[in-house]
């Protein structure tokens, strides 16, 4: 099983930055594919981003169209800990963010474990 939990949301004006972490329990955190979805109220859950690690090919990233170029998704192996710095927000970006985590060993593409939610308002 793996516990994760997110922090970092809160209030912020258009134009500003939050960093929000993920932290994860369980000791195959490297084997993991990362994510951050985000929920706005009224809307379904969306993709925001996702990182990918291995030892051959280091860390690869993917993003959403809308969050490209403001968006920075990261991970410290060592920590346990994924990352998603957003710079540039807009109001839109309003919603609940989820972290999420899959076993990339497994070949999967669904997400196993997600995490509570942080908020993040934006305000204009």
């Known amino acids: 099983q793996v516990q994760l939990v997110e922090s970092g949301g809160g209030l912020v004006q258009a134009g500003g930055s939050l960093r929000l972490s993920c932290a994860a329990s369980?000791?195959?955190?490297?084997?993991?594919?990362m994510a951050w979805f985000r929920q706005a109220p009224g809307k379904e859950r969306e993709f925001v981003a996702r990182i990918t690690w291995s030892s051959s090919f280091g860390s690869f990233a993917y993003y959403e169209d809308s969050v490209k170029g403001r968006f920075t998704i990261a991970r410290d192996n060592a920590k346990n800990t994924a990352y998603l710095q957003m710079t540039s927000l807009k109001p839109e970006d309003t919603a609940v963010y989820y972290c999420?985590?899959?076993?990339?060993?497994?070949?999967?593409?669904?997400?196993?474990?997600w995490g509570q939610g942080t908020q993040v308002t934006v305000s204009s």
């Open positions: 999420a985590a899959r076993d990339r060993r497994t070949g999967s593409n669904e997400y196993d474990y």
């Open positions: 369980g000791r195959t955190f490297s084997s993991y594919t």
